[in-house]
Structures are given as structure tokens and as C-alpha cells.
């Protein structure tokens, strides 16, 4: 998914032709767009893998499940910005019921832990 969403990119600017290391067109909103699809992914993927990652430590299949949700509503984000409009990246806010699942399971297998549950 990261690397489709940075391909993505890497097409757009040679379409719209903005050179490394400018990160946004002062022209081109469409590119800004693709560019910040990619970039949001980025900004909370780290936590998704930290919380996915502990959730499927007890709770395989569930994880799986909401990682999947979450991995699909980020490519449904990503073409509703592509658009150029950004209030279409909201087609992928299904993502927040997996991103929201794996951290409830992480904090169930925290709580585990500390035999609270």
C-alpha cells in the first residue's frame, strides 16, 4: 500500500512536473493532493503498526480483520483526494473502525498483562 501511494507520486510529479525536494506546487492543487494522500498515510502508519502488531498478539483474527479495514479504507482515501478536492479523502473514514479496533485490542492485551482483565 505505501509503496503503490509513493509511486503514485512519484508519477505525479513528472506529470505535473514538480522537482525533488519541493514538496508542494504553488500551481498544481491535484499534485498537492496525491502528495498529501501519501504523506497522511505516512504521519499515522507507525502507530498502526505498533498497535496492529500487539493487538495481533492475542487477538490474530481480529487484527487481521480491522488491518485489512484499515489497509483498504487508506487506498479509498487516496483516490477520493486524488481528485484534487479534499473533502473526497473522507471516503475512506471507514478506516477509524480499524484503526480504533487495534488500539481497543492493545489496550485489552495491556490490560491482560497487568491482570486487570
Keep these: 500500500m505505501l509503496t503503490y501511494l ?12 514538480v522537482k525533488y525536494p519541493t514538496m508542494y506546487s504553488d ?4 499534485f498537492n493532493c496525491i502528495q498529501r494522500a501519501h504523506q497522511n498515510t505516512l504521519e499515522v502508519y507507525p502507530q498502526w503498526l505498533v498497535f ?5 498478539l492475542v487477538y490474530p483474527t481480529s487484527a487481521t480483520v480491522l488491518g485489512a479495514i484499515w489497509v483498504t ?23 477509524y473502525i480499524g484503526y480504533f479496533g487495534v488500539i481497543i485490542l492493545s489496550i485489552s492485551v495491556a490490560l491482560q498483562l497487568l491482570r486487570i482483565l
Excluded at 509513493?6 to 512536473?17: P, Q, W
Excluded at 500551481?27 to 491535484?30: H, I, L, S, Y
Design 52 to 56: 496492529q502488531t500487539i493487538a495481533a
Design 73 to 95: 479504507s487508506r487506498f479509498s482515501y487516496a483516490w477520493g483526494y486524488y481528485t484534487g478536492d479534499p473533502a473526497k479523502r473522507m471516503k475512506g473514514a471507514y478506516g
Design 27 to 30: 500551481k498544481e492543487q491535484v
Design 6 to 17: 509513493g509511486v503514485k507520486v512519484g508519477a505525479a510529479r513528472k506529470k505535473y512536473d
